[in-house]
């Protein structure tokens, strides 16, 4: 007993892995009952544009955390129409971890996120309008500031215009004043509002 | 017109994109001298007359020994033996007394996979460790393998010779019993050399990674760090994979698994804050 060398370094066994790992092989293991097999599938499935669909779909279905992790990582390493049609479908979901997943890595596509961006910012549902702002939180991208300047002279509903304003404070600019003065006088009567687009107005002054 | 032997702005932006595809390591702007320090220096190795020849060739060459040799070079290699010596005291004295109680199979070895070797003194460390703190080694069996992405490097560590500031920090009578003195250097005695099992690997590559799997810890220091945040995400999902259920993954100090993937559960030990790999998790 002690230390002993590992001559052989032990890889994924038959069971593990007894599809082959070839597209056809891989869309078949992404169904498998094992989420072990699913995580590889869905791993191995990042090199293949063609399996973004498939991907998505399985997302849709997934109740196993773990699998749902790699196949958003997929996803984002794919990026394609479809990869970020499927991204932002996941801010619908009840699913909180989903959810916030989806938003890190819809924040890791900024160029392929930017086309979705303004319909999601219109979308009926507030809570999509907001998980869209949380999106461009930390998204690098230089249309953001327009975007959340759109949001406050735009948006109805006072929570979607309360996060645009949070973050508004963090990269507004001058450019932004004239629609944090409109946003004031258009919520008027709500603290919060008038709290942070002060505060915005403040840091935008010391910068 | 540009001096062909300098690096422009946009050649290190082409350059920091490609490396980013093929390692995952990703330069800041802050890392421009030490990039274009590199790069030229292997330009100059390889008589390339332009950063462009010299990226078509890193590009397009066949064998990738020019784009192994840049990955050397550009990858930091400083460690010393006992770094962090105090995950070192929560592997044995919590994570391994915690996994053995729950082993029900004490055939199978207890596996330690420690990434990146850098020059050894990590993985080289953990078996004095193991050997001098840990009452179990007796009677159970621990296989250490350590795995880096740089070639030169492991042939470093399989050698295992070292300045006397690598050995600074251990006690004497271990590196009396350890190490034997070859002129200026201390070298690790053979049976250590023999212990521990070096690979090449690239964390972020799931063909590589899938070579390492059925591990019971993992001691990733202050490597992710380097790394962007999907490519911090992929290790940590392949991290996943190669451990066995209730496997513990020690990060640097300063590096949080949290703030990365919520796969792993937090452990806070009296030693140190490490994460697992939920029991129940398939």
């Given at each position: 007993m002690g230390l002993k060398k590992a001559h052989d370094t032990p890889s994924a066994s038959e069971n593990e892995r007894r599809l082959p790992r070839d597209l056809p092989g891989l869309l078949d293991a992404l169904a498998d009952p094992d989420p072990m097999a699913r995580r590889w599938a869905a791993r191995d499935l990042a090199p293949y544009p063609e399996a973004s669909h498939a991907l998505v779909e399985r997302l849709s279905i997934e109740t196993e955390p773990s699998v749902t992790?790699?196949?958003?990582?997929?996803?984002?390493?794919?990026?394609?129409e479809v990869a970020v049609?499927?991204?932002t479908e996941c801010l619908r979901s009840e699913d909180a971890m989903l959810r916030n997943s989806a938003i890190e890595a819809m924040k890791q596509l900024p160029d392929e996120v930017a086309p979705w961006m303004g319909r999601?910012?219109?979308?009926?549902?507030?809570?999509?309008?907001?998980?869209?702002?949380?999106?461009?939180?930390?998204?690098?991208?230089?249309k953001v500031e327009d975007w959340l300047i759109r949001v406050i002279t735009q948006d109805a509903h006072i929570n979607v215009c309360a996060t645009a304003v949070d973050l508004l404070g963090e990269v507004g600019s001058e450019r932004a004043k004239p629609a944090l003065f409109a946003l004031k006088q258009r919520f008027a009567e709500e603290p919060y509002i008038q709290f942070a687009a002060d505060l915005a107005l403040k840091r935008i002054d010391t910068d | 017109m540009n001096d062909p032997c300098q690096i422009s702005d946009e050649d290190f932006q082409k350059f920091r994109e490609f490396f980013y595809r093929k390692t995952g390591i990703l330069f800041e702007d802050s890392k421009r001298y030490f990039v274009d320090k590199r790069l030229l220096e292997r330009?100059?190795?390889?008589?390339?007359?332009?950063?462009?020849?010299?990226?078509?060739?890193?590009?397009?060459?066949a064998s990738g020994t020019e784009l192994q040799a840049l990955i050397n070079v550009m990858t930091v290699n400083e460690t010393y033996f006992f770094r962090e010596e105090y995950q070192f005291e929560c592997l044995v004295n919590s994570l391994l007394e915690e996994l053995v109680a729950r082993r029900t199979d004490t055939a199978t070895p207890i596996r330690i996979w420690s990434?990146?070797?850098?020059?050894?003194?990590?993985?080289?460390?953990?078996?004095?460790y193991l050997l001098e703190h840990w009452p179990h080694i007796n009677r159970l069996d621990v296989e250490i393998i350590s795995s880096d992405i740089d070639t030169d490097i492991l042939t470093q560590a399989r050698r295992g010779l070292y300045s006397p500031r690598a050995v600074q920090h251990l006690?004497?009578?271990?590196l009396k019993k350890y190490f034997k003195r070859v002129g200026e250097l201390y070298q690790v005695d053979d049976n250590l050399r023999e212990a521990v099992q070096f690979t090449r690997a690239n964390v972020t590559d799931p063909t590589d990674m899938r070579l390492h799997?059925?591990?019971?810890?993992?001691?990733?220091r202050n490597l992710l760090i380097y790394f962007d945040d999907l490519s911090r995400?992929?290790?940590?999902?392949?991290?996943?994979?190669?451990?066995?259920?209730?496997g513990f993954i020690c990060l640097g100090h300063s590096e949080s698994m949290s703030r990365i993937s919520s796969l792993f559960r937090v452990r806070k030990f009296p030693e140190a804050i490490v994460y697992q790999k939920p029991w129940e998790a398939r």
């Open positions: 992790e790699v196949i958003l990582t997929s996803l984002t390493l794919i990026g394609d049609a499927g991204l999601l910012l219109e979308d009926p549902d507030p809570d999509v309008r907001i998980f869209a702002v949380d999106v461009l939180e930390s998204l690098r991208h230089p | 330009m100059e190795a390889t008589g390339s007359e332009s950063f462009r020849a010299y990226f078509t060739m890193l590009r397009f060459q990434v990146p070797s850098s020059s050894g003194e990590e993985p080289y460390g953990i078996a004095i006690p004497p009578n271990l799997r059925h591990i019971d810890v993992i001691f990733c995400k992929r290790t940590a999902e392949s991290f996943y994979d190669a451990l066995n259920p209730g």
